[in-house]
């Protein structure tokens, strides 16, 4: 079955390590996106990518990088410098141009120790 | 301003009855929008998108757009337990496929 996949699904980090969040795709999706959720809120872009070896900065970039290496694959690295990580993450893709609505994958929750 | 406002709730209703969420933009020029469900530690699973003026029908859901008054709503009548939840508006960005959040509104639907 087409979908996507993030991994793992709880991570936990101490301060000062750098993390990377795993997001694979089987959907033939051009576009893919990085989503941070904090309790209670909506979401947030941190970074998009409509192909490969391309990638754009979102909303809330800061302390966070990406790569886009391959069509299916699109991992997010928290770095130390993002000063307040611990939220759940969503990874998404969708067919471009839109309209489309995007598929999101389960999510991972990073937590700081 | 945000770019999309939703009341957070949590919106109460009995169950059977019919749950009114609404979100409002401030970009005029938005074209599509779409509407996520959310259940607690999930991720968002897309209801319904609407483009044009009116009403839009699929199922127990209808979506509503109003693009002079730059509004959106969502009904789900015969509201369910199970449909407690809470709902996402989204508004397209740009042709480039980019969607706007809105912060959510809690549903909640009492037995």
Redesign the interface.
């Known amino acids: 079955d087409g979908g996507i996949t993030q991994s793992p699904k709880y991570l936990f980090r101490k301060e000062g390590q750098n993390v990377t969040l795993s997001c694979e795709q089987n959907l033939n999706h051009d576009a893919m996106y990085w989503y941070r959720q904090d309790p209670g809120q909506g979401l947030r872009l941190i970074y998009y990518s409509q192909i490969v070896n391309d990638f754009q900065k979102g909303d809330i970039a800061e302390g966070y990088s990406v790569s886009r290496e391959k069509k299916e694959s699109f991992p997010l690295t928290v770095t130390s410098a993002q000063k307040n990580p611990t939220a759940f993450y969503l990874c998404a893709s969708s067919i471009i141009p839109g309209p489309y609505g995007y598929t999101f994958g389960s999510g991972t929750r990073l937590t700081v120790v | 301003q945000k770019e999309?406002e939703?009341n957070?709730g949590p919106l109460s209703v009995p169950e059977g009855a019919i749950a009114s969420l609404n979100c409002t933009y401030s970009d005029r020029g938005s074209?599509?929008f779409?509407w996520?469900r959310q259940y607690s530690g999930?991720?968002?699973?897309?209801i319904m998108?609407i483009?044009s003026n009116g009403d839009k029908e699929d199922g127990r859901f209808t979506a509503q757009l109003n693009k002079a008054s730059q509004y959106v709503s969502l009904l789900i009548r015969d509201s369910q337990p199970s449909d407690s939840a809470t709902y996402?508006c989204a508004v397209?960005r740009d042709?480039?496929?980019?969607?706007?959040?809105?912060?959510?509104t809690r549903l909640m639907v009492k037995p």
């Open positions: 999309v939703q957070s074209q599509s779409f996520y999930k991720s968002p699973e897309l998108f483009y996402l397209l042709a480039g496929n980019m969607l706007t959040f809105g912060g959510g």
